[in-house]
């Protein structure tokens, strides 16, 4: 019987690994859709801004409460993951609690293991009254209506499941080493799960090994399903906030960076040796588009960037256009990115490897042109992001389409254009008229 419960847990371990390496690679493919970019630069800061930003969650605690709380589920998702190798060790061999020959470290391990799965609770307990009764305002807004509000709901309810089968499962366990149990190893200490155990009466030993075998089945079966949920979810932030504030922007935020094929302009114009109105070569490449229309036209940081959201909305709370009730989100404009690659990727799935025009694309069909130009690029969504996300520089690329694509600039903007050209400055007055308001 042992023989076929351990094959049956090989079939559910190699199911559960085997759907999210395929997940995996979708994933890897969809951010692979955009365009190359090299981020080889200052490794050693990169290296430093993961250590302290993904692992350290020091912009987390910028907002005490939620950081406080964010830090004790991501705390209990990382150190629990020894417990789970545990188990999976056990699963394979028939064993029961492998590394008890730890001894007295041990005991500490599964304290420690259960005194934080109480805080987890506690934790998902408070987030879940954040979200739904107290409504704290950057939860409600527009583009967190439906799915998204469900989503957040659900990671919370698995965690809530995932830690109370883990304390349920300990209390089992630990009555049935108490009864001197032949194969649970007296092993582990339970300063949690020891106060449950009075829920149990005078079960049976059957029954307890059935609840304790039930638990444990449950608790694996519903971790390797919370593996593959997220891919779905907004928790994908818990595998790419480590590569995506790597791969972040280690340039000053107020660098903007400059487009190849208008330096290539710009330089032909300056060479006094250059006609300026030969014909292309029939051989030349097509010319490259300026700034962003779709997701193929974004760089791959960017598309990581989308896929890394933790849809926490700290962006939008801190957007001085959103706060006066302009229609930009940052938060938007990150899922709306996501959502508009993960159906480029889906047409591509549907046809065999190649993208058929869909006649959609990101601009227009998900974001407006009446977002984009209401940012002030302020950067204040970089800087309040968790994981370094910068929204404004997919802003920025798709007002760079708008401009120099379809010359769909505001009339506001064209005028100080203009003025600029002719006058030197953003005012439509003569540069010797300039002081007159002097004289006023």
């Keep these: 019987m042992d023989y076929i419960s ?38 050693s800061l990169r290296w430093k801004n993961m250590a302290k930003i993904a692992l350290g969650q020091t912009k987390m605690v910028v907002r005490p409460v939620a950081g406080f709380l964010h830090i004790i589920v991501y705390a209990g998702f990382i150190i629990i993951n020894i417990e789970v190798f545990e188990i999976i060790i056990d699963g394979l061999f028939g064993t029961h609690r492998v590394l008890s020959f730890l001894g007295s470290f041990y005991n500490v391990l599964i304290g420690s293991f259960e005194i934080l799965a109480l805080l987890v609770i506690v ?27 469900n989503d957040g709901n659900l990671i919370l309810y698995i965690e809530l499941l995932l830690m109370t089968l883990f304390l349920v499962m300990n209390a089992a366990d630990y009555q049935l080493q108490l009864l001197d149990t032949p194969h649970y190893t007296k092993a582990g200490a339970f300063p949690i799960s020891q106060f449950i155990t009075s829920i149990f009466g005078d079960m049976s030993v059957s029954s307890l090994i059935i609840i304790e075998r039930a638990t444990w089945w449950l608790h694996i079966a519903g971790i390797l399903f919370f593996l593959n949920y997220l891919y779905y979810s907004k928790h994908l932030h818990i595998l790419l906030a480590f590569p995506n504030t790597y791969y972040g922007s280690v340039k000053p935020k107020g660098q903007f960076t400059n487009l190849d094929a208008v330096t290539k302009e710009v330089k032909l114009m ?38 890394s959201c933790t849809e926490c909305g700290r962006c939008t709370s801190s957007c001085p256009a959103n706060l006066t009730g302009k229609k930009l989100s940052p938060r938007k404009i990150m899922m ?31 974001i407006s042109s009446e977002e984009l130009w209401a940012c002030t690029s302020c950067n204040a969504c970089v800087e309040e992001c968790p994981i370094s996300i910068d929204p404004l520089s997919i802003i920025v690329d798709m007002r760079r389409y708008l401009v120099m694509e379809q010359s769909a600039a505001p009339t506001e903007l064209n005028n100080m254009m203009s003025n600029i050209e002719n006058n030197g400055a953003p005012w439509p007055y003569n540069q010797m008229d300039r002081l007159n308001w002097v004289k006023e």
Excluded: C, H
Aim: hydrophobic share 45%.
């Design 6 to 43: 351990n094959i049956l847990f090989a079939i559910l371990l190699l199911v559960g690994v085997g759907f999210f390496v395929k997940n995996i690679k979708r994933l890897s493919r969809n951010i692979k859709l955009g365009k190359d970019v090299k981020v080889d630069d200052n490794k």
């Design 123 to 149: 934790s998902v307990v408070i987030f879940w009254i954040r979200r739904n009764v107290i409504k704290i305002k950057r939860f409600v807004k527009p583009e967190m209506e439906g799915w998204p509000k």
């Design 270 to 307: 300056m060479d006094p040796n250059a006609d300026p109105f030969a014909a292309p070569a029939e051989d030349a490449p097509i010319p490259e588009k300026f700034g962003a229309s779709d997701v193929q036209d974004l760089n791959w940081v960017q598309l990581l960037n989308a896929y």
């Design 336 to 366: 709306d990115t996501r959502d508009r690659l993960e159906e480029v990727g889906k047409n591509i799935d549907a046809n065999n490897g190649v993208f058929k025009d869909d006649s959609k694309q990101l601009l227009g069909d998900y």
